[in-house]
T-cell receptor
Framework: AQKITQTQPGMFVQEKEAVTLDCTYD???????LFWYKQPSSGEMIFLIY??????QNATEGRYSLNFQKARKSANLVISASQLGDSAMYFC??????????????FGSGTQLTVLP | DAGVTQSPTHLIKTRGQHVTLRCSPI?????VSWYQQVLGQGPQFIFQ???????GRGNFPDRFSARQFPNYSSELNVNALLLGDSALYLC???????????????FGPGTRLTVT
């Protein structure tokens, strides 16, 4: 079986501060990648960042970075210098078991982030 | 360039009816995936099509079907609608490549289906 767990249903952060969103996963696939998507209230899913399981360094995309710890099976998203526009749902996702394809993703239940002014 | 487009934006149907949702991928993208997102949950994978062939299917009943056309647009069909089919239906496309691969997907705004 394959599972993605996001244990924080809701998080609050002050504007300009950093925040960490947690994600743990369980998969028997030997090679996989971890994705984070953002979903504003408009509904559209926006790709943020990706890291492959064999990548040596943690991925970084602008204000987003992945704290990837394979031994603990966790891939936390760190958002630095939070902005009001960062308020949204955030989802962690992994390719479906045996699909090897990022076009068949298994998503977590999400974390609702609210940035306070 | 236009992003992924979906139609209609909103839809209200009655139990037992049939519905067709449409998706146009980003120009040049040959893969389309469909997801169902029930309120308060993460999206669940329904289908993936690549080059007009089904390449994957999630754990959904046979009431759900889909197809991809020569221009790579796609339709999702749901028969005998149930109240539990009420959800946001998301379509995603991804850039050219093999049918697998770890490429990010680009999502459309979704179709919000309400079954009464």
């Amino acid at each position: 079986a394959q599972k993605i767990t996001q244990t924080q249903p809701g998080m609050f952060v002050q504007e300009k501060e950093a925040v960490t969103l947690d994600c743990t996963y369980d998969t028997s696939d030997p090679s996989y990648g971890l994705f984070w998507y953002k979903q504003p209230s408009s509904g559209e899913m926006i790709f943020l960042i990706y890291q492959g399981s064999y990548d040596q360094q943690n991925a970084t995309e602008g204000r987003y970075s992945l704290n990837f710890q394979k031994a603990r099976k966790s891939a936390n998203l760190v958002i630095s210098a939070s902005q009001l526009g960062d308020s949204a749902m955030y989802f962690c996702a992994i390719p479906a078991l045996s699909s090897g394809s990022a076009r068949q993703l298994t998503f977590g239940s999400g974390t609702q982030l609210t940035v306070l002014p | 360039d236009a992003g992924v487009t979906q139609s209609p934006t909103h839809l209200i149907k009655t139990r037992g009816q049939h519905v067709t949702l449409r998706c146009s991928p980003i120009s040049g993208h040959k893969s389309v995936s469909w997801y169902q997102q029930v309120l308060g949950q993460g999206p669940q994978f329904i289908f993936q099509y690549y080059e007009k062939e089904e390449r994957g299917r999630g754990n959904f009943p046979d009431r759900f079907s889909a197809r991809q056309f020569p221009n790579y647009s796609s339709e999702l069909n749901v028969n005998a609608l149930l109240l539990g089919d009420s959800a946001l239906y998301l379509c995603a496309s991804s850039r050219p490549g093999t049918s697998g691969g770890l490429y990010e997907q680009y999502f459309g705004p979704g179709t919000r289906l309400t079954v009464t």
